[in-house]
């Protein structure tokens, strides 16, 4: 954490630089605007581009975002200096006590985006976490390093229910791992499932439950997995738009997450539910309604679905306008999904 801490007492000192030489302060941020926002085909992934927006104390219309920004780099300062974590929730109310304004809570979401994309360094390394948890379940030790547990360890098959992937998870150290892949399920009812079936045990995997879209944390797991100990992985959610769009998060991030590049995992695989798998696996079926088709035309639109793979999978959803969950594989009965299904995507 000491290369954070540098950088906050690098933006504390230039202020401070500023106003012993007459300076009104002021702190120039990468836009994130959607102009700015541009998909690097070379790296598979949204970045930011060269423009940066100046907050001047010269102007009284910045003055309440300057203020903002300074202060959850201080909060965060003191965050690190005292090995303590909060939320994105706790930070908006801490605010108050602080007599620091916020309309919302989207507008301090929106501050820390902006310190994220000044210091080079995601939220999590600024010790700031989302309220929700994403849980794993399989056959990898973990060594805790956060104040107290040192020296305690944990293997994440100890519970039947898959184990959250918190702040201390997310940055422990990994130990003994009996893994071969990384299987990221949408669903609870399919994580369950999967657990049951001994999932982990016949396909050397450990099953991540994102929950629908995966939270920051649990993509930053996964992206520590696939780094450090070289393990695929895979994708598994519901036949329709929406679960293409989860997949493509892993593989590719997101525009309001553009400024951050450790939770981008280019080489994980999307397995299904696909579109052709409907048919070719006679699954039960729904036909699109008014929101799947226009998240499908967002989709179609967007540049992280132009491979020849992409292209084909929106195309068919757009020829059959037809959805299929995780849990339909069920028709063929309980274990069909370890039994077949994964078995013929591995293979």
Not at 282 to 306: C, G, I, S, T, V
Request: aromatic share 10%.
């Amino acid at each position: 954490m000491r290369d954070v801490l540098v950088k906050l007492e690098a933006l504390g000192e230039s202020i401070c630089v500023q106003l012993e030489n007459g300076e009104l302060p002021f702190i120039d941020i990468p836009s994130r605007t959607t102009s700015n926002i541009i998909y690097d085909k070379a790296e598979g992934r949204f970045v930011l581009g060269e423009a940066r927006t100046r907050r001047t104390t010269s102007n009284v219309k910045h003055l309440r975002a300057f203020t903002q920004t300074v202060w959850m780099a201080y909060m965060a300062k003191r965050l690190i200096e005292e090995g303590k974590s909060t939320t994105l929730r706790d930070l908006y109310y801490m605010a108050e006590s602080y007599g620091v304004k916020f309309k919302d809570q989207q507008e301090s979401d929106s501050i820390i985006a902006d310190l994220e994309a000044l210091l080079g360094v995601p939220r999590e390394q600024l010790r700031i976490f989302p309220e929700e948890r994403a849980t794993v379940y399989g056959d990898l030790t973990i060594k805790y390093n956060v104040q107290g547990y040192e020296k305690t360890t944990l293997n994440l098959t100890a519970s039947p229910d898959g184990v959250a992937i918190g702040p201390a998870l997310a940055g422990a150290e990994f130990q003994n791992c009996g893994a071969e892949r990384v299987i990221m399920v949408e669903s609870g009812g399919m994580f369950t499932r999967l657990i049951e079936e001994r999932a982990h045990e016949k396909f050397k995997a450990l099953l991540i439950h994102t929950a629908g879209q995966a939270p920051r944390l649990a993509r930053q797991f996964a992206y520590r997995l696939r780094r450090e100990l070289g393990l695929p992985v895979y994708v598994f959610t519901d036949g329709d738009p929406w679960g293409a769009h989860i997949a493509m998060v892993v593989i590719s991030g997101s525009a309001n997450a553009a400024h951050v590049d450790s939770i981008v995992i280019p080489d994980a695989k999307w397995i299904g539910v696909l579109p052709t798998d409907i048919e070719e696996y006679k699954l039960p079926f729904e036909k699109f309604n008014e929101k799947d088709w226009k998240r499908l035309h967002d989709l179609m639109a967007d540049p992280r679905y132009q491979s020849p793979f992409w292209r084909e999978q929106l195309k068919r959803f757009e020829e059959e306008g037809r959805k299929s969950e995780q849990q339909a594989l069920s028709i063929h009965g309980l274990s069909y999904v370890t039994e077949k299904y994964l078995p013929e995507k591995f293979a």
